[in-house]
């Protein structure tokens, strides 16, 4: 293991993203666990170069994100959608990196 965090929402992506910076390490050859993904958690979970991801349970609008991406996903159990602002805000937004700033500015980092 080389991260954890019991944060909510999207902050601990976002702590991850800061404990990648700090300490220059990649995702590569890892497997990204969370409980609960979204479209808006597969969009930075790309953005921040997961190789391979797990989910507890998963949106079909997040498995649509890891498929076109080609990232590895096993999962528990698959849903419709998240009930969730975030998922909305981005359901017409393909980009990570456009997803990001958006997030980014939405969680007040940048």
Not at 24 to 40: C, E, H, P, S, Y
Not at 43 to 62: C, F, H, N, P
Not at 78 to 103: G, M
Request: proline letters at 4%; a neutral charge; aromatic letters at 10%.
């Amino acid at each position: 293991m080389i991260f954890q965090s019991d944060g909510k929402w999207l902050y601990p992506l976002f702590d991850l993203e800061d404990h990648l910076n700090n300490t220059q390490q990649n995702l590569r050859r890892t497997i990204v666990w969370d409980k609960v993904i979204g479209k808006a958690s597969a969009l930075l979970l790309v953005y921040l170069k997961a190789e391979r991801v797990y989910g507890e349970l998963i949106s079909d609008l997040a498995f649509d994100v890891f498929e076109h991406f080609q990232i590895p996903l096993t999962y528990d159990q698959r849903v419709p959608r998240i009930k969730c602002k975030t998922e909305l805000l981005l359901l017409d937004i393909d980009d990570p990196h456009q997803a990001y700033q958006i997030l980014c500015k939405r969680a007040k980092r940048c």
